[in-house]
Protein backbone atom coordinates (compact mmCIF):
# COMPACT_ATOMS: atom_id res chain seq x y z
CA UNK A 1 0.00 0.00 0.00
CA UNK A 2 0.85 3.43 -0.35
CA UNK A 3 1.21 5.62 3.08
CA UNK A 4 1.46 8.95 3.64
CA UNK A 5 2.89 9.60 7.94
CA UNK A 6 2.82 12.99 9.08
CA UNK A 7 5.56 13.80 11.85
CA UNK A 8 8.95 12.35 12.48
CA UNK A 9 9.28 12.11 15.90
CA UNK A 10 8.90 8.97 18.41
CA UNK A 11 5.73 7.84 16.66
CA UNK A 12 5.98 9.20 13.17
CA UNK A 13 9.40 8.00 12.19
CA UNK A 14 8.64 4.60 13.99
CA UNK A 15 5.10 4.00 12.27
CA UNK A 16 6.96 4.81 8.84
CA UNK A 17 9.41 2.57 9.23
CA UNK A 18 7.76 -0.26 10.28
CA UNK A 19 4.93 0.13 7.60
CA UNK A 20 8.06 0.55 5.03
CA UNK A 21 9.95 -2.92 6.30
CA UNK A 22 6.65 -4.91 6.32
CA UNK A 23 6.94 -3.73 2.44
CA UNK A 24 4.96 -0.44 2.02
CA UNK A 25 5.75 2.70 -0.23
CA UNK A 26 5.74 5.46 2.78
CA UNK A 27 6.02 9.54 2.44
CA UNK A 28 7.02 10.83 5.69
CA UNK A 29 6.14 14.30 5.59
CA UNK A 30 8.08 17.01 8.33
CA UNK A 31 8.35 20.72 8.22
CA UNK A 32 11.87 21.37 8.41
CA UNK A 33 14.14 20.91 5.44
CA UNK A 34 17.31 19.85 7.28
CA UNK A 35 15.92 17.54 9.79
CA UNK A 36 14.50 15.83 6.24
CA UNK A 37 17.60 16.08 4.43
CA UNK A 38 19.28 14.20 7.51
CA UNK A 39 16.63 11.57 7.75
CA UNK A 40 16.87 10.67 4.30
CA UNK A 41 21.11 10.10 4.69
CA UNK A 42 19.79 7.67 7.50
CA UNK A 43 19.91 9.59 10.78
CA UNK A 44 16.73 9.22 12.44
CA UNK A 45 17.49 12.21 15.16
CA UNK A 46 16.46 10.40 18.47
CA UNK A 47 17.87 7.46 20.22
CA UNK A 48 15.48 4.68 19.84
CA UNK A 49 17.06 0.88 19.85
CA UNK A 50 17.33 -0.33 16.56
CA UNK A 51 15.61 2.35 15.03
CA UNK A 52 18.91 3.73 12.57
CA UNK A 53 19.43 -0.07 11.02
CA UNK A 54 15.38 -0.33 10.01
CA UNK A 55 15.65 2.92 8.52
CA UNK A 56 18.50 3.07 6.49
CA UNK A 57 17.59 -0.46 4.85
CA UNK A 58 14.23 0.63 4.27
CA UNK A 59 15.62 4.17 2.77
CA UNK A 60 18.25 1.66 0.47
CA UNK A 61 15.22 -0.11 -1.13
CA UNK A 62 13.49 3.29 -1.41
CA UNK A 63 10.20 2.01 1.01
CA UNK A 64 10.65 4.89 2.95
CA UNK A 65 10.80 8.58 1.19
CA UNK A 66 11.19 11.72 3.32
CA UNK A 67 9.59 15.28 2.44
CA UNK A 68 7.55 18.47 3.01
CA UNK A 69 5.56 18.57 -0.05
CA UNK A 70 2.29 17.29 0.69
CA UNK A 71 0.31 17.40 -2.55
CA UNK A 72 1.80 14.29 -4.35
CA UNK A 73 2.27 11.79 -1.08
CA UNK A 74 -1.11 12.96 -0.05
CA UNK A 75 -2.89 12.05 -3.95
CA UNK A 76 -1.36 8.87 -3.81
CA UNK A 77 -1.80 7.96 -0.38
CA UNK A 78 -4.54 5.04 1.01
CA UNK A 79 -3.97 6.34 4.31
CA UNK A 80 -2.63 9.11 6.44
CA UNK A 81 -1.42 8.87 9.38
CA UNK A 82 -1.24 12.16 11.29
CA UNK A 83 1.16 11.83 14.09
CA UNK A 84 2.18 14.81 15.33
CA UNK A 85 3.23 16.12 19.20
CA UNK A 86 -0.50 16.85 21.14
CA UNK A 87 1.56 18.56 23.72
CA UNK A 88 -0.21 20.24 26.72
CA UNK A 89 -1.69 23.63 27.24
CA UNK A 90 -0.83 25.79 30.43
CA UNK A 91 -4.83 24.51 31.54
CA UNK A 92 -4.17 21.40 30.96
CA UNK A 93 -6.06 20.83 27.73
CA UNK A 94 -4.07 18.60 24.54
CA UNK A 95 -2.79 21.60 22.43
CA UNK A 96 -4.23 20.57 18.94
CA UNK A 97 -2.81 23.34 16.86
CA UNK A 98 -0.62 21.17 15.47
CA UNK A 99 -3.31 18.48 14.74
CA UNK A 100 -5.88 20.80 13.24
CA UNK A 101 -2.74 22.99 10.93
CA UNK A 102 -1.72 19.53 9.06
CA UNK A 103 -5.30 18.79 8.44
CA UNK A 104 -5.88 22.04 6.86
CA UNK A 105 -2.69 21.06 4.83
CA UNK A 106 -4.17 18.15 3.67
CA UNK A 107 -7.71 18.54 2.72
CA UNK A 108 -7.00 20.37 -0.59
CA UNK A 109 -5.66 16.97 -1.95
CA UNK A 110 -8.24 14.58 -0.99
CA UNK A 111 -9.79 14.38 -4.62
CA UNK A 112 -8.14 11.77 -6.31
CA UNK A 113 -8.41 8.76 -4.83
CA UNK A 114 -10.11 7.34 -1.76
CA UNK A 115 -8.16 7.55 1.68
CA UNK A 116 -8.65 7.11 5.23
CA UNK A 117 -7.03 9.79 7.79
CA UNK A 118 -5.75 8.12 11.01
CA UNK A 119 -4.86 9.86 14.59
CA UNK A 120 -1.60 8.17 15.62
CA UNK A 121 -1.62 10.97 18.10
CA UNK A 122 -3.16 10.81 20.62
CA UNK A 123 -6.46 13.39 20.85
CA UNK A 124 -9.65 13.84 23.02
CA UNK A 125 -12.37 12.24 22.41
CA UNK A 126 -14.43 14.04 19.39
CA UNK A 127 -11.43 15.13 17.69
CA UNK A 128 -11.72 13.10 14.61
CA UNK A 129 -14.99 13.95 13.86
CA UNK A 130 -14.04 17.61 13.86
CA UNK A 131 -10.92 16.50 11.67
CA UNK A 132 -14.13 14.92 9.45
CA UNK A 133 -16.12 18.37 9.83
CA UNK A 134 -12.93 20.48 8.66
CA UNK A 135 -12.01 18.60 5.77
CA UNK A 136 -15.71 18.72 4.47
CA UNK A 137 -15.85 22.41 4.96
CA UNK A 138 -12.68 23.15 3.41
CA UNK A 139 -13.06 20.33 0.63
CA UNK A 140 -16.73 18.61 0.17
CA UNK A 141 -15.30 16.61 -2.60
CA UNK A 142 -12.49 15.05 -0.59
CA UNK A 143 -13.38 11.13 -0.74
CA UNK A 144 -12.37 9.93 2.46
CA UNK A 145 -13.29 8.22 6.13
CA UNK A 146 -11.83 9.00 9.51
CA UNK A 147 -11.03 5.95 11.73
CA UNK A 148 -8.74 6.30 14.84
CA UNK A 149 -6.22 3.79 15.33
CA UNK A 150 -4.26 4.93 18.41
CA UNK A 151 -0.93 4.06 19.28
CA UNK A 152 0.54 2.20 22.20
CA UNK A 153 4.54 2.02 21.78
CA UNK A 154 6.56 2.47 24.25
CA UNK A 155 9.97 4.44 23.94
CA UNK A 156 12.87 2.33 24.56
CA UNK A 157 10.93 -0.75 22.82
CA UNK A 158 8.82 1.34 19.99
CA UNK A 159 10.30 -1.35 17.48
CA UNK A 160 9.04 -4.25 19.07
CA UNK A 161 5.96 -3.07 20.36
CA UNK A 162 5.13 -1.96 16.76
CA UNK A 163 5.97 -5.24 15.13
CA UNK A 164 4.41 -7.48 17.79
CA UNK A 165 1.64 -5.31 19.30
CA UNK A 166 -0.84 -6.33 21.98
CA UNK A 167 -3.33 -4.98 20.40
CA UNK A 168 -4.40 -2.84 17.01
CA UNK A 169 -7.24 -0.71 17.84
CA UNK A 170 -9.43 0.72 14.91
CA UNK A 171 -12.26 2.89 15.21
CA UNK A 172 -14.09 4.20 12.95
CA UNK A 173 -17.72 4.59 11.56
CA UNK A 174 -17.02 3.40 8.19
CA UNK A 175 -16.40 -0.66 7.41
CA UNK A 176 -14.52 0.64 4.16
CA UNK A 177 -12.00 2.26 6.09
CA UNK A 178 -11.85 0.03 9.03
CA UNK A 179 -10.86 -2.75 5.72
CA UNK A 180 -8.11 -0.68 4.95
CA UNK A 181 -6.47 -0.21 8.10
CA UNK A 182 -6.77 -4.19 8.83
CA UNK A 183 -5.68 -5.01 4.97
CA UNK A 184 -2.25 -2.71 5.72
CA UNK A 185 -2.06 -4.29 9.70
CA UNK A 186 -2.46 -7.90 8.08
CA UNK A 187 1.09 -9.10 8.75
CA UNK A 188 1.12 -7.81 12.53
CA UNK A 189 0.12 -10.09 15.26
CA UNK A 190 -2.23 -9.18 18.07
CA UNK A 191 -5.65 -8.96 19.03
CA UNK A 192 -7.99 -6.52 16.83
CA UNK A 193 -10.30 -4.45 18.70
CA UNK A 194 -12.80 -3.04 16.26
CA UNK A 195 -14.59 -0.18 17.93
CA UNK A 196 -16.50 3.12 17.97
CA UNK A 197 -14.58 5.99 16.84
CA UNK A 198 -15.35 7.68 20.11
CA UNK A 199 -14.15 4.41 22.28
CA UNK A 200 -10.97 4.11 20.21
CA UNK A 201 -10.31 7.80 21.47
CA UNK A 202 -10.89 7.12 24.79
CA UNK A 203 -9.30 3.78 25.06
CA UNK A 204 -5.49 5.70 24.54
CA UNK A 205 -6.60 7.76 27.33
CA UNK A 206 -8.00 5.12 29.77
CA UNK A 207 -4.77 2.70 29.01
CA UNK A 208 -2.44 5.64 29.97
CA UNK A 209 -4.65 6.67 32.93
CA UNK A 210 -4.28 3.49 34.23
CA UNK A 211 -0.69 2.68 33.64
CA UNK A 212 -0.10 6.43 35.36
CA UNK A 213 -2.43 5.03 38.41
CA UNK A 214 -0.58 1.90 38.97
CA UNK A 215 2.89 3.64 39.42
CA UNK A 216 0.71 6.20 41.66
CA UNK A 217 -0.76 3.67 43.88
CA UNK A 218 2.35 1.40 44.45
CA UNK A 219 4.13 4.83 45.69
CA UNK A 220 1.09 5.57 47.66
CA UNK A 221 1.81 1.70 49.39
CA UNK A 222 5.44 2.73 49.42
CA UNK A 223 4.93 5.95 51.71
CA UNK A 224 2.99 3.53 53.94
CA UNK A 225 5.77 0.70 54.56
CA UNK A 226 8.26 3.49 55.13
CA UNK A 227 6.50 4.01 57.91
CA UNK A 228 5.36 0.83 59.15
CA UNK A 229 8.54 -1.44 58.98
CA UNK A 230 7.15 -3.61 55.83
CA UNK A 231 9.34 -3.74 52.76
CA UNK A 232 7.14 -2.42 49.54
CA UNK A 233 8.94 -4.70 47.03
CA UNK A 234 8.18 -7.78 49.13
CA UNK A 235 4.24 -6.02 49.65
CA UNK A 236 4.12 -5.75 45.63
CA UNK A 237 5.33 -9.01 44.69
CA UNK A 238 2.69 -10.31 47.22
CA UNK A 239 -0.09 -8.36 45.91
CA UNK A 240 1.11 -8.48 41.83
CA UNK A 241 1.33 -12.67 42.24
CA UNK A 242 -2.60 -12.15 42.24
CA UNK A 243 -3.31 -12.39 38.19
CA UNK A 244 -6.40 -9.66 38.53
CA UNK A 245 -3.65 -6.75 39.61
CA UNK A 246 -0.01 -8.17 38.01
CA UNK A 247 3.24 -7.25 39.22
CA UNK A 248 3.67 -5.04 36.27
CA UNK A 249 3.83 -1.37 36.70
CA UNK A 250 3.46 -1.28 40.46
CA UNK A 251 6.46 0.35 40.50
CA UNK A 252 7.77 2.78 43.28
CA UNK A 253 9.89 5.12 42.97
CA UNK A 254 10.32 9.00 41.85
CA UNK A 255 7.18 8.23 39.18
CA UNK A 256 5.76 8.77 35.61
CA UNK A 257 7.14 11.26 33.67
CA UNK A 258 7.59 11.44 29.97
CA UNK A 259 5.80 13.07 26.90
CA UNK A 260 2.92 10.86 27.13
CA UNK A 261 1.30 9.59 31.08
CA UNK A 262 1.53 13.38 32.64
CA UNK A 263 0.03 15.46 29.88
CA UNK A 264 -2.50 12.25 29.20
CA UNK A 265 -3.83 12.03 32.37
CA UNK A 266 -3.98 16.32 32.56
CA UNK A 267 -6.24 15.84 29.05
CA UNK A 268 -8.16 13.29 30.87
CA UNK A 269 -8.51 15.17 33.60
CA UNK A 270 -9.85 18.29 31.29
CA UNK A 271 -12.42 15.93 29.16
CA UNK A 272 -13.72 14.57 32.72
CA UNK A 273 -14.39 18.13 34.03
CA UNK A 274 -15.63 19.35 31.00
CA UNK A 275 -18.45 16.46 31.18
CA UNK A 276 -18.60 17.31 34.56
CA UNK A 277 -17.51 14.00 35.91
CA UNK A 278 -15.97 13.23 39.08
CA UNK A 279 -12.15 12.69 38.44
CA UNK A 280 -10.66 13.00 42.21
CA UNK A 281 -9.21 9.62 41.43
CA UNK A 282 -6.99 11.24 38.89
CA UNK A 283 -6.61 14.71 40.80
CA UNK A 284 -4.86 12.21 43.40
CA UNK A 285 -2.73 10.27 40.93
CA UNK A 286 -0.65 13.66 40.09
CA UNK A 287 -0.43 14.68 43.72
CA UNK A 288 1.37 11.51 44.77
CA UNK A 289 3.18 11.84 41.44
CA UNK A 290 4.71 15.49 42.48
CA UNK A 291 4.63 14.06 46.27
CA UNK A 292 6.92 10.95 45.81
CA UNK A 293 9.93 14.06 44.41
CA UNK A 294 9.35 15.93 47.26
CA UNK A 295 10.01 12.84 49.33
CA UNK A 296 13.13 12.56 47.49
CA UNK A 297 14.16 15.63 47.54
CA UNK A 298 14.01 15.28 51.86
CA UNK A 299 15.94 11.94 51.41
CA UNK A 300 18.63 13.68 50.04
CA UNK A 301 18.28 16.61 51.82
CA UNK A 302 18.52 14.35 55.38
CA UNK A 303 20.82 11.57 54.50
CA UNK A 304 23.53 13.36 52.27
CA UNK A 305 26.30 14.38 54.65
CA UNK A 306 27.79 17.12 51.96
CA UNK A 307 26.10 18.93 48.89
CA UNK A 308 28.34 16.97 45.97
CA UNK A 309 26.03 14.64 44.30
CA UNK A 310 27.04 12.02 41.24
CA UNK A 311 23.68 11.85 39.21
CA UNK A 312 22.56 8.14 37.40
CA UNK A 313 20.47 8.41 34.77
CA UNK A 314 18.76 11.49 32.75
CA UNK A 315 15.91 9.96 30.47
CA UNK A 316 12.60 9.78 31.83
CA UNK A 317 13.11 5.88 31.26
CA UNK A 318 15.54 3.43 29.94
CA UNK A 319 16.66 2.97 26.14
CA UNK A 320 15.51 6.41 25.41
CA UNK A 321 17.22 10.15 25.16
CA UNK A 322 13.75 11.65 25.69
CA UNK A 323 13.74 13.64 29.03
CA UNK A 324 10.37 15.33 28.31
CA UNK A 325 8.64 15.62 31.77
CA UNK A 326 11.67 13.61 33.14
CA UNK A 327 11.36 13.51 37.11
CA UNK A 328 15.09 14.48 36.77
CA UNK A 329 14.45 17.30 35.74
CA UNK A 330 12.18 18.47 38.41
CA UNK A 331 14.82 17.33 40.99
CA UNK A 332 17.90 18.34 39.58
CA UNK A 333 16.52 21.24 39.18
CA UNK A 334 15.50 21.91 42.82
CA UNK A 335 18.83 20.60 44.03
CA UNK A 336 20.60 23.00 42.09
CA UNK A 337 18.01 25.56 43.62
CA UNK A 338 19.47 24.38 47.12
CA UNK A 339 23.25 24.89 46.40
CA UNK A 340 24.30 20.78 44.92
CA UNK A 341 26.59 20.81 43.05
CA UNK A 342 25.89 17.93 40.29
CA UNK A 343 28.07 15.49 37.96
CA UNK A 344 25.53 13.56 35.50
CA UNK A 345 25.77 10.82 33.78
CA UNK A 346 23.10 9.23 30.88
CA UNK A 347 23.91 6.84 28.18
CA UNK A 348 21.63 8.29 25.91
CA UNK A 349 20.10 11.68 27.10
CA UNK A 350 22.85 13.82 27.82
CA UNK A 351 22.48 16.17 24.64
CA UNK A 352 19.14 16.60 25.29
CA UNK A 353 19.06 17.68 28.88
CA UNK A 354 22.01 19.95 28.07
CA UNK A 355 19.33 21.78 25.79
CA UNK A 356 18.00 22.50 29.36
CA UNK A 357 20.49 22.86 31.65
CA UNK A 358 23.47 23.64 29.90
CA UNK A 359 26.23 25.22 32.57
CA UNK A 360 25.28 24.34 35.85
CA UNK A 361 25.79 20.54 35.47
CA UNK A 362 28.77 18.92 34.75
CA UNK A 363 28.30 16.10 32.32
CA UNK A 364 30.26 13.01 32.27
CA UNK A 365 31.11 10.30 29.64
CA UNK A 366 31.04 7.51 31.87
CA UNK A 367 29.18 7.02 35.58
CA UNK A 368 32.22 6.54 37.50
CA UNK A 369 33.71 9.53 36.88
CA UNK A 370 30.64 11.34 38.15
CA UNK A 371 31.05 9.41 41.41
CA UNK A 372 34.62 10.96 42.07
CA UNK A 373 34.65 12.71 45.22
CA UNK A 374 30.84 12.83 45.50
CA UNK A 375 29.36 12.69 48.75
CA UNK A 376 25.96 10.40 47.86
CA UNK A 377 24.94 8.73 44.21
CA UNK A 378 21.68 9.53 43.27
CA UNK A 379 19.89 6.99 40.76
CA UNK A 380 17.28 8.76 38.82
CA UNK A 381 16.83 6.01 35.35
CA UNK A 382 16.93 2.29 35.75
CA UNK A 383 19.21 1.80 32.98
CA UNK A 384 20.62 -2.01 32.98
CA UNK A 385 23.93 -0.69 32.87
CA UNK A 386 23.25 0.64 36.12
CA UNK A 387 21.99 -2.20 37.50
CA UNK A 388 25.14 -4.03 36.56
CA UNK A 389 27.88 -1.70 37.43
CA UNK A 390 30.79 -2.08 39.83
CA UNK A 391 29.31 -1.05 42.70
CA UNK A 392 33.01 -2.28 44.60
CA UNK A 393 34.55 0.30 42.24
CA UNK A 394 31.66 3.11 43.04
CA UNK A 395 32.54 2.72 46.61
CA UNK A 396 36.02 3.91 46.61
CA UNK A 397 35.13 7.02 44.27
CA UNK A 398 32.32 8.07 46.19
CA UNK A 399 33.71 10.18 50.07
CA UNK A 400 30.81 8.34 51.50
CA UNK A 401 29.15 5.22 50.37
CA UNK A 402 25.45 6.20 50.29
CA UNK A 403 23.16 5.45 47.58
CA UNK A 404 19.92 7.35 47.23
CA UNK A 405 17.88 4.97 44.37
CA UNK A 406 15.07 6.62 42.86
CA UNK A 407 14.17 3.31 41.25
CA UNK A 408 14.43 0.29 43.52
CA UNK A 409 17.11 -1.15 41.37
CA UNK A 410 19.26 -2.36 43.83
CA UNK A 411 19.27 -5.52 46.96
CA UNK A 412 19.35 -4.04 50.52
CA UNK A 413 20.99 -6.90 51.80
CA UNK A 414 23.95 -6.71 48.82
CA UNK A 415 24.54 -3.03 49.29
CA UNK A 416 24.53 -3.54 52.81
CA UNK A 417 27.31 -6.19 52.62
CA UNK A 418 28.86 -3.86 50.55
CA UNK A 419 29.32 -1.72 53.35
CA UNK A 420 26.82 0.86 51.26
CA UNK A 421 24.03 3.48 53.50
CA UNK A 422 20.79 2.25 50.50
CA UNK A 423 17.81 4.28 50.76
CA UNK A 424 15.25 3.60 48.18
CA UNK A 425 11.27 3.95 48.35
CA UNK A 426 9.23 1.75 50.73
CA UNK A 427 11.39 0.83 53.17
N1 LIG B 1 6.20 9.02 22.41
C1 LIG B 1 5.42 8.04 22.77
O1 LIG B 1 5.83 7.12 23.49
C2 LIG B 1 4.00 7.98 22.30
C3 LIG B 1 3.29 6.76 22.36
C4 LIG B 1 1.97 6.74 21.91
C5 LIG B 1 1.37 7.90 21.44
N2 LIG B 1 2.08 9.06 21.43
C6 LIG B 1 1.41 10.26 20.89
O2 LIG B 1 1.85 10.47 19.56
C7 LIG B 1 1.95 11.87 19.28
C8 LIG B 1 3.36 12.21 18.83
O3 LIG B 1 4.23 11.92 19.89
P1 LIG B 1 5.81 11.87 19.67
O4 LIG B 1 6.41 11.39 20.93
O5 LIG B 1 6.12 11.18 18.39
O6 LIG B 1 6.12 13.44 19.50
P2 LIG B 1 7.46 14.09 18.94
O7 LIG B 1 7.52 15.43 19.54
O8 LIG B 1 8.60 13.16 19.06
O9 LIG B 1 7.16 14.24 17.38
C9 LIG B 1 6.21 15.13 16.87
C10 LIG B 1 6.50 15.34 15.40
O10 LIG B 1 5.49 16.17 14.85
C11 LIG B 1 6.11 17.13 14.02
N3 LIG B 1 5.20 18.28 13.84
C12 LIG B 1 4.70 19.06 14.82
N4 LIG B 1 3.90 19.99 14.27
C13 LIG B 1 3.89 19.77 12.94
C14 LIG B 1 3.28 20.38 11.83
N5 LIG B 1 2.47 21.43 11.99
N6 LIG B 1 3.51 19.87 10.60
C15 LIG B 1 4.31 18.81 10.41
N7 LIG B 1 4.93 18.18 11.44
C16 LIG B 1 4.72 18.66 12.66
C17 LIG B 1 7.40 17.45 14.73
O11 LIG B 1 8.32 18.09 13.87
C18 LIG B 1 7.82 16.04 15.13
O12 LIG B 1 8.48 15.40 14.07
C19 LIG B 1 1.50 12.58 20.56
O13 LIG B 1 0.12 12.84 20.47
C20 LIG B 1 1.74 11.53 21.63
O14 LIG B 1 0.91 11.68 22.74
C21 LIG B 1 3.38 9.14 21.81
Not at 37 to 60: H, S, T, Y
Not at 157 to 173: C, E, K, N
Request: glycine letters at 6%; proline letters at 4%.
Amino acid sequence: MTISVIGHGYVGLITACVFADLGNKVYCIGRNKIKLQRLAKGDPLIFEPGLEEVLKINLKTNRISFTDEYESSISQSEIIFIAVGTPSQENGDADLLSIYSVVKKIAPYLNKNYCVISCKSTVPVGTNRKIEQMIKQVNPDAKFDVASCPEFLREGTALHDTFTPDRIVIGSDSKKAIQVLLKLHKPLKGERVIVKLESAEVIKYASNAILATKISFANLIALLCEKTNANVEEVLDGVGLDKRIGRHFLYPGIGYGGSCFPKDVKALIMTGEKNKIDVSLLHAVEKINQTVRYNYLSKIIKYSKGKKLAVWGLAFKPNTDDIREAPSLYIIKDLISKGYKIKAYDPEATANFKKIIYDKIEYMSNPYDACINADCLLILTEWNEFKHADLKQVKKLLNDPLIIDGRNIYDHQYLSELGYKYIAFGS
